[in-house]
């Protein structure tokens, strides 16, 4: 499905970000792992292949220097940039009473700032290519607010419009760009969940289970490669029914 492509995945280091770079490689294509964690983004990327097929960076999406360094990485590396996968992503949960400021404003920069730069950067190498697709990591946080997640419900809801805005600026230059809205999804981010609160969530969903990051790298799959070309500024939620 991605033959040959080039690809970079933010927060590639382990979680959902990980998974999707797996099903990439095993697609045929070459990554670029950019994550905060240089060590450990250098340690997947090694689990992946390692030189030639997968490159850990050291990329903190909030830093604008950094993400054009992760582009150059997958240009100079790789020579090109086919795919960028915007997913980098936090959380500071509380309730308004106890956020504070920073807590915001952390959110929402890890979040839109994060995913503004890695877009426009993308969009940058793909419209002098004529071809790019740019998939963004929302939440279904962003989609129906979540109690204790102003932050996060704000920042996730924020890539959507990003998404749709970005998308009718290069749609006519062959870039698409795209969205999906996780759920409930097994990775380090949940299992800082409390109990209590796993098991409320669990019982809202349909399908009556928490989803694996595979089952999410399988749609940013489709959204990535040309099974969805005529599709863009689209959002395809990976919930097991949950909030439909
Ligand atoms: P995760 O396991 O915590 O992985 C996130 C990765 O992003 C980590 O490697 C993290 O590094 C890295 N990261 C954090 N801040 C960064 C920054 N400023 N620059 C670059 N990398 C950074 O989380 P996940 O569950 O896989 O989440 C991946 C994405 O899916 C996020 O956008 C998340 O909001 C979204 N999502 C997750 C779920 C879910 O249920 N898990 C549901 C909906 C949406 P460190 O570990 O060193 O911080």
Redesign the pocket.
């Known amino acids: 499905m991605l033959q040959d492509k080039v690809a970079i995945i933010?927060?590639g280091?382990?979680?959902?970000?990980f998974a999707i770079a797996e099903n990439f490689v095993a697609h045929g294509a070459k990554v670029v792992l950019?994550?905060?964690?240089a060590e450990?983004a250098r340690e997947s990327a090694a689990k992946l292949g390692g030189e030639g097929i997968a490159l850990g960076v050291a990329?903190?999406?909030?830093d604008a220097d950094a993400v054009q360094a992760a582009v150059r990485t997958a240009t100079d590396e790789f020579g090109a940039l086919d795919v960028m996968v915007n997913?980098?992503?936090?959380?500071r949960d509380a309730t308004m009473r106890k956020m504070t400021l920073a807590d915001f404003e952390a959110v929402l920069d890890?979040?839109v700032k994060?995913a503004w730069l890695g877009t426009q950067a993308a969009a940058a190498v793909m419209r002098e290519q004529g071809s790019g697709s740019i998939v963004n990591?929302?939440?279904?946080?962003g989609k129906v607010g979540m109690i204790g997640q102003t932050n996060?419900s704000a920042a996730?809801a924020g890539i959507i419009g990003l998404t749709k805005a970005a998308a009718k600026e290069v749609a006519h230059q062959g870039v698409r760009v795209n969205a999906v809205?996780?759920?409930?999804?097994r990775?380090?981010?949940?299992a800082a969940l409390r109990e209590d609160v796993w098991q409320a969530k669990l019982a809202e969903i349909p399908m009556q289970r928490a989803g694996e990051?595979e089952e999410v790298a399988k749609v940013v799959l489709f959204l990535a490669c040309d099974l969805s070309s005529y599709m863009t500024g689209c959002v395809l939620e990976i919930t097991g029914g949950r909030h439909i």
């Not at 280091?13 to 970000?17: E, F, R, V």
């Not at 809205?181 to 999804?185: D, E, R, T, V």
């Open positions: 933010t927060g280091a382990k979680g959902i970000g950019a994550d905060i964690d450990h990329c903190d999406v909030t997913n980098a992503g936090i959380t890890v979040h994060g990591i929302s939440s279904i946080s996060y996730k809205q996780p759920g409930l999804i990775t380090d981010m949940t990051p």
